[in-house]
C-alpha cells in the first residue's frame, strides 16, 4: 500500500520554490566572501608595508578565517534588518500556508500528536508545572483530544526517580489526566537524550502523526503549540518545524545578561538565517516539531567510527537528526514568527562553561560529517557553523599569540616599518598607521553593526521600546551587556581553547545533570575554575608591558577579561545583583516586565505538589518514602512489573531492612527498586517488624508520622 505521507510529499509544490533560494543564498554568502576578501586583501597589503615576516603567513591564514566568521555573524544581522524593514508580510514565513484556517486540528490516519519531555535528574514539581501550564493552555484551545504528553525519565538519582513519579500521578489526578500524560523511566539510558528520544519513537511512535520534543526548562504557548502542528498538516513536505525559544526567568547577572542579549539582538540574527537556510534548516534538540514517520525511518543515528572523543555515540544529535531528514527531501523550516516559545539557561559562568564542553565534544565530532557526499550546502553550512563555534576560539587565542610574537620580534630588534610602497598607499594615499586604524575600524564596526542595529531599531519602535522598559534602561542595558561581554569573551575563548585541546587529547565528556538554580558561584571555586585563564592573563599582561605601552593599550580588552575572570565569574552569579538591576529595569525582557499568560500559568502551577502523596519530607525522602509510605509505595509499584520473589532477590530486600539503603550499592539498591514483591515485602516489614530488628533509618521514618501538637498551636484556658 502507497504511504499517503510519501505520496503527499512527492505531488505538493514546494513552499518556497529551488530558484529564488539559490539566488538568495549566492547573495549572501557571495556579500559575505567580497567583504572578506576586501579586509583580508587589505591586511596582507599592511603586511607587505611591513615587510612579511614568518608569523605574517599563519597570522593571515588565520585572519581570513576569523574575520569570515564575524563577516557571516554580521551579514545574518545585516540581512536580518533588511528583511525586517521589508515588512512583515513579504517576509517568508511557513506559517503562512494556514494563516486561513482554524477548526479542530485534523485527525488524520487516526493518529494524534505527542508532546515528550526527557528528563534527566531534574526538580519533577518544576518540570511538572510546565507540562501542567501547556496542558492547560492546549486544553484553553479546545484541541487537547488531539495531544498525549510523555515525561520520558532517564533519571538516576534514585530519591528524584521516586519523587518524579508522586510528581506524576499527583499531576494525572488533579487535571484528570490519567492516559493523556504518561510517564516512563528507562532502566538503562543508551546514548543519553538520543537514545530517550529513540526509544520512545520505537516503542509508541506509530501511533502519532508527530511529537513536540520539549527540553525539562522548555515552555510552549498552547496556541503556538496547535499553529505549529496545523502547519505540519497542511504542509506534508514538512519534516521539521523549530521555533526560536527566549530566555526567561534570569536571576543571576549572568542569565539577564544572555536573556537580554538573545531577546534584544536574537531576532535580526533569527531572521537572517532564515533569510537563507529557508527550508534547509537545522534543528536545535527542543521546542521543535518532528513528523514521526520521517524521524523513525530517517534518522536512527548511527556510532561513529572510533572511540570517544571523537568516535561513538553522536552528542550533538539534533544537527545531525535534521541533516538527515533534508538530505531525504524533507524540509525543516524555522518559525520565527512563533513567539510563545521559551527556555531557561544556566545560572553562571561556571554552569555555562560546563555545559559548552558537551556541545564542544559533539559539534566537533561532525568533523567527521561535514564532507560526507550527498549532503545539501545548507546542512554543510550548519556543521560548519557549529563546528567554528568552538573551533573559533583556538584560532582567535593562536591569532593573538601570533599577533604578540610579532610584536615581540619587533620591540626586540628595533625595527620601524619598512619602506615598502603598498597598494593601500599607492590608491589611497594613507600610510601604515592610518591603513591599520581602517582595519581596526571595520573590523569593530563588523563587531558592533549587530548590536547598533538592534538597539536602534529597538528605540525608534515605540512597542519594542516600551517593552524593554523604555529608551534609557534600554541603552543602559545594551551599554552593561556590551561592556561585560567583552571582559567575558576571553574568558570564554580560553576556556573553549582548553576544551578543544582536552578533547584531542582523548578526553570524553560525562554525562550530568545541567544546573538551573544557584546563589553564586564561590570565591574558591571561581579561582580554582578560572585559574588557566588568571595565570595566563598575568603573565601575558607582563609580556605586553614589556613590548610597549601601546601595545598594552590595544591588549587592554583582552588581558583585562583575562586577569578578571574570576570576579567577573563571581560578580555576575549574584542573584541580588541581579535584582538590584531587575529592580532598575537594566536588563529587563518583555517577558519579565509583561509575562505571558503561560509563563503566569507555569508559575501559579502546582498540580504536582501534594502532601497527601509526598516523596520530599526529609525524615522519608525518596527510596525510604517508596518502602515507607503506603501511598509511595503503592504507586512506584503500581508502576512496575509483577514477579516471582527469587531467594536472592530475598536475600536483598533484607539486606536492605537490616543495613538501610546506605548498606547498599547503587545498582543494588536500583535492582531492587524494580522489584515489585521486593518492594511490598519490605514495605510490610518495616510496619509491622520490631524497630530492633530493622535499621534505624526505617523506625524513624515510620516514627516521622506521629503527629505531635506544636505548642504554639495549644489553646490556654481564659
Known sequence: MENPDLSARETTEPFFGRRPTLLRRALFFGSVVVVNILASLWLADLFWRMGFQKAHYPLLAIFVTLNGLLVLGSFHAIFGAFDMLRGRKRSVRITQIIEDKSGPLLKRLLK???????????????????????????????????????????????????????????????????????????????NRKAGNIGDFVRTWGGGYESMLVLDADSLMDG?????????????????????????IRGISVFTRLQQFAMRLYGP?????????????????GHNALIRMQPFSEFCELPALPGREPFGGRILSHDFVEAALMVSQGWEVWLAWDIEGTYEEAPPTLVDHLIRDRRWCQGNL???????????????????????????????????LILGTWVAWDRYSSQLSILPFESYAARWFHVDGIEQSIILTIVIFALLFLPKILAVTGAIFTPSIRRSFGGAVPLIVGSTLETLVSMLLAPCIMAAHTMMVLSIISGRAVGWGNQNRETDGTSWGDAFRFHAVQTLLGIVWTAIALKISLTFTAW????????????????????????????????LSTPEELNPPSIIRLADTSTSAVDPALDASVPARRGVIAAVVDPYVNGVHVSLLDHSELTQAEEILAERCLHEGPSGLSKAELSELLYLAPAMLMMHRAVWLRPSESIHQVWTQAVESYRRRLDQSSIIEPT
Open 223 to 247: 496556541a503556538d503549540i496547535v499553529k505549529m502542528t496545523r502547519v505540519m498538516e497542511a504542509y506534508p513536505r514538512l519534516g521539521i518545524l523549530q521555533t526560536p525559544p527566549k530566555l
Open 365 to 399: 565530532q561532525h568533523l567527521w560529517l561535514i564532507f560526507a557526499r550527498k549532503l545539501p550546502f545548507s546542512v554543510r553550512m550548519h556543521l560548519f557553523m557549529g563546528i567554528m563555534a568552538y573551533l573559533g576560539s583556538p584560532l582567535w587565542f593562536l591569532f
Open 268 to 284: 535580526l540574527f533569527i531572521r537572517g538565517l532564515n533569510y537563507w537556510q529557508l527550508s534547509g534548516g537545522s534543528y536545535w
Open 112 to 190: 494524534r500528536h505527542a508532546v515528550v519531555i526527557p528528563v534527566y535528574n531534574e526538580d519533577s514539581v518544576r518540570v511538572c508545572a510546565r507540562i501542567e501550564a501547556i496542558y492547560r493552555s492546549i486544553e484553553a484551545t479546545g484541541n487537547l483530544k488531539s495531544f498525549d504528553f510523555f515525561i520520558l525519565s532517564d533519571t538516576r538519582d534514585l530519591d528524584l526517580w521516586v519523587m518524579e513519579e508522586t510528581s506524576w500521578t499527583n499531576l494525572c489526578r488533579r487535571l484528570g489526566a490519567f492516559g493523556r500524560i504518561y510517564y516512563r523511566r528507562r532502566k538503562t539510558n543508551e
Open 555 to 586: 591588549m587592554i580588552p583582552i588581558l583585562a577579561g583575562l586577569v578578571l575572570a574570576a570576579p567577573v565569574s563571581v560578580w555576575t552569579s549574584r542573584s541580588r545583583y541581579g535584582r538590584a538591576l531587575a529592580s532598575r529595569k537594566i
